[in-house]
């Protein structure tokens, strides 16, 4: 019963009405009502549960204890009355912002902030509702309300939770959340609303949600038996491990720009991985049936969410890579949403082809998913390289289980969030964390069809060697030491932006990187006295500094790498022309941090020239002749790409069509849209990601031969 209905009960109709707060009229006695639960609130706020009377409430609303008794009945009604009234404010509230939200995890949301609103986290409301739990259990109306007040907590909750992770677990994590949200409130109160704000109360809820929906989801992706592989940030500080840790272990991700430790997570054994890819198995089935239109509206929205992200993914990625902010927030996430808006689009346009086998026949292929497919990403990219392998697999209809590199493990457990969140159903993208070992237990298991890797060469080899043993298809980005072709005839302020593009970006962790740059022997003076003038400009700092143009190598080990590189080069006699230093002042002491390096007179045959460094260092050697130039560029075991800075377009599209690399530029270098494959020849990979082809390596095709006639047996 509510409140509406003990009113129609009990009333005196009068047929007058006066103005409402929003000019809408109604009646007079609901207004009085109205009226009296207000004054009974303030009366709460300030005298408690014993001291507000009726003939106190009476005497603030400057009405006889008569006319009260005539509305609630006795003190207990009144009371009944005013609780009710605020615990419907709250539901009022929720129901309002449910109204606007079509995503579960933003249903979530609103639930917690209608609950911690500013209103409801104020000295008098707060007060007023503390002063009625201390009655909850005595008076059996209060009870009720309360009752119901948390029913409908629980309910909101558990529906919108049901749809990111199963019921078991949705109806665990609600009774948490409603208990979080009771206790925030209740200490905030008990501290005289001291110890948190509206604000500070919800952003602990949701970062308490966050967390609770990736270790449920990755439960749920793992069925009963499976080790939770991701976990919450924990504050307190570690050093980085030499050890790699065994399954079941945890190993921390830490802040390349100051050496902190930003979390931790446990590394996925043989149980977590097998049992992934029998909850990935049962997923697919159900996703594989579903139309491209369905899986375009669920990709688009995952896409939709990444933008409406950008930033606090930005932040994070710069945080576990040390790229620059002004970097992520313009490349790494806008890469990904642009990938799944281009495999949304092809998701609906999947098809196979008639064939015309003459009157009394006809066949046709069917474009079908290959499975479960697991992707295992690089540190370079972690989110772009999680989305470009994603969004393919999942568009076709495949179940993908993503390994992030353990460098970079954070983003690629936000992705999973956003496609659960775009309603992907669970299990169809799973993320398991660890290292080299966890990677071989996908690359190595029978029932996963296919492995899409980013990675060295050296990785690619023993990848591709272990998908053989059970015939799986390979994807391979490798690695690369890709040339830059700077021709006399080039405009070359252009050519030396894309020089720096094709070195810097990333701190030289790019792997299409051109870091050979071979420059016409009589424009190479001016071209390196305009390169080294734009380096020394360039800005080294904190990479969540937005003036931040160089931030820091993505660990120790890999920076005392690119130095040793450098001491090479030094050593087999190139010039140092600017940079060649780790960086070290301020605080920038306690990351690893190195200077963009370029190195003149270098020589084909030196280790700089030769070898990926993956790091801020450029090689520049010079040529005279068109046919000399290409036969060096390609004398590399390496085919990942390739450019050319020309103004004779005959001469670009010519040179282009002899360099053996998979991913060329003409007049620009290392941009990359999706609309365009990309890939390498050679020892830098197999297969192509971005662009139509990618459809051709996450499906496999089915012919069908259709009969009209009768069968015509010999026998
Ligand atoms: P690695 O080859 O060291 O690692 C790549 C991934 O493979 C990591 O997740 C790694 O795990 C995992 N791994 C390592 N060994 C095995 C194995 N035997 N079986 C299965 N998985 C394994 O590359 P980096 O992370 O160091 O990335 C840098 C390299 O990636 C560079 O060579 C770069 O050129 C290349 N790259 C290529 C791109 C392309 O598109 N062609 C793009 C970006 C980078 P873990 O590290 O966690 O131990």
Known sequence: MNNQS????????QNKSQSGAHGVTEPLEESRRRQLIEVTIDSLAELGYVGTTLAQIAGRAGVSPGLVAHYFGDKDGLLDAAFRSLARRVGDHVRARLRQISTPRARIQAVIDANLAPEEFSQKTGTVWLAFWGQVLQVPSLRRVQSAYQRRTLTNLRVALGELIPAEDARTLAAMIAAMIDGVWLRAALSGWREADSESARAMLTEFVDGRLKAAAASANAASNTVSNNHAPSLDQDKVRHVTPAAGERFASINPANGEVLGYFKVAGPSDVNAAVRVAQRAQVGWAATTGAERARILRRAAELLRARNRELAELESRDTGKPIQ??????????????????????SLSGEHIDLGTQAFGYTRREPLGVVAGIGAWNYPLQIACWKA??????GNAMIFKPAELTPFTAVKLQEILLEAGLPPGVFQVVQGFADTGRLLTRHPDIRKISLTGEVGTGKAVMSDAAQTLKHVTLELGGKSPLIV???????????????????????VCSNATRVFVHSSVKAAFIERLVKRVGAMRIGDPMDPSTQVGALVSEQH????????ERGRSDGARLLIG???VTTGDLGRGYFVEPTIFDNCRDDMGIVREEIFGPVMSVLDFDDEAEVIERANATEFG???????????????VIAKLQAGT???NHYNVTPIELPFGGVKMSGLGRENGRAAIEHYTQLKSVYVAMGNVDAPY
């Open 6 to 13: 003990t009113l129609q009960n009990k009333s005196t109709p």
């Open 327 to 348: 970097e992520t927030l313009v490349v790494d996430v806008i890469s990904g949403a642009e990938c799944f808006e281009y495999f949304a689009a092809l998701a609906q």
């Open 391 to 396: 969004a393919p697999a999942l568009a076709c």
């Open 487 to 509: 021709f006399e005839d080039a405009k070359l302020d252009n050519a030396v932006a894309g020089a720096l593009l094709a070195n810097f970006y990333s701190s030289g962790q």
């Open 559 to 566: 920076m005392h790498k690119v130095l040793g590189y450098i």
């Open 580 to 582: 060649g230093n780790r």
């Open 640 to 654: 990942l790409a390739a450019g050319v800075f020309t103004n004779d377009l005959t001469r670009g599209h010519r």
């Open 664 to 666: 060329c530029w003409i």
